[in-house]
C-alpha cells in the first residue's frame, strides 16, 4: 500500500488568483495521477505525471490551467491557475503500486477548493 | 475509451441488511476491477478488488463477483452497519489507468 498526504487539506481562493497543491507518498512510485471530483460526482483524471517526463493530460484540460510538477519518485505538484468559481472542487492526488505482477491504485485525502 | 455504468446512485437499507451495487463496463479488454469507499470529507479508500482471473473475492463482508460475459460486476455488503454509509466507486481497467463509475451513495440506518 501507500501512505499519501496533500497540503494544503482545504482553501478558500478568490478568483484570478492560483493555488498549488502538493502530494508527498511514502514510497518511491512511478506513477502519479491527479484528478478532480467536483460536488457529487465521480472522479475525473486531469493529468499522469511519471517522474523525468512530460505531465499527459486528459481531454480538456490544458498544462497552461494546470501545470504540474514531478521533481522525484515521491512528490508532486497540481496548480490550479487563474481559478474562476467553475475550479471550486476536490482535487485528488493517486499513485499507482506495484505489487508483484499487479498495479493497484491509491488515493490521498483529498484538497477541497473553493473559489469565490 | 471504457464506459463505466454504475447503479443505483443511491441505496438506503437498513442495518443488518445486505446491499449490492452493480456495475457495468464496455471494454472486454479490462481485467481489473476494485472498488473505493469514501467517506465524507475523505479521499478514495480501496476496500477490494477483483481481477479477471477470478469470479469472486470475498474479505469479511464484503464480496465481489465478476462476469466477464456479461461485462459486469457487483458489490456485496452483508450484515450492514451504519459505519458502511459512503459512497462507494467501482472502476475497471487494465492496461490502462481504470475508468470510474459514477458512484452510489449508502445510507445505512441504525
Known amino acids: 500500500s501507500a501512505v499519501i498526504s496533500q497540503k494544503p487539506s482545504r482553501d478558500i481562493c478568490q478568483r484570478g488568483t492560483s493555488l498549488t497543491i502538493q502530494c508527498q507518498v511514502d514510497s518511491q512510485v512511478t506513477m502519479m495521477f491527479w484528478y478532480r471530483q467536483q460536488p457529487g460526482q465521480s472522479l475525473t483524471l486531469i493529468a499522469t505525471?511519471?517522474?523525468?517526463?512530460?505531465?499527459?493530460?486528459e481531454s480538456g484540460f490544458v498544462i497552461d490551467k494546470f501545470p504540474i510538477s514531478r521533481p522525484n519518485l515521491t512528490f508532486s505538484t497540481l496548480t490550479v491557475s487563474n481559478m474562476s468559481p467553475e475550479d471550486s472542487s476536490i482535487y485528488l492526488c493517486s499513485v499507482e503500486v506495484h505489487g508483484g505482477a499487479v498495479e493497484t491504485q491509491y488515493f490521498g485525502p483529498g484538497t477541497r477548493l473553493l473559489v469565490l | 475509451g471504457e464506459n463505466v455504468e454504475q447503479h443505483p446512485s443511491t441505496l438506503s437499507v437498513q442495518e443488518g441488511d445486505s446491499a449490492v451495487i452493480k456495475c457495468t463496463y464496455s471494454?472486454?479488454?479490462?481485467?481489473?476491477f476494485p472498488w473505493y469507499k469514501q467517506e465524507l470529507g475523505k479521499g478514495p479508500q480501496l476496500i477490494i478488488d477483483?481481477?479477471?482471473?477470478?469470479g469472486e473475492k470475498k474479505d469479511q463482508r464484503i464480496a465481489v463477483t465478476l462476469n466477464k460475459t456479461a461485462k459486469h460486476f457487483s458489490l456485496h455488503i452483508t450484515e450492514t452497519q451504519p459505519e458502511d454509509s459512503a459512497v462507494y466507486f467501482c472502476a475497471a481497467g487494465g492496461s490502462y489507468i481504470p475508468t470510474f463509475g459514477r458512484g452510489t451513495s449508502l445510507i445505512v440506518h441504525p
Open positions: 477483483i481481477r479477471s482471473n477470478v
Open positions: 471494454d472486454s479488454a479490462s481485467n481489473y
Open positions: 505525471a511519471n517522474q523525468g517526463s512530460e505531465a499527459t493530460y
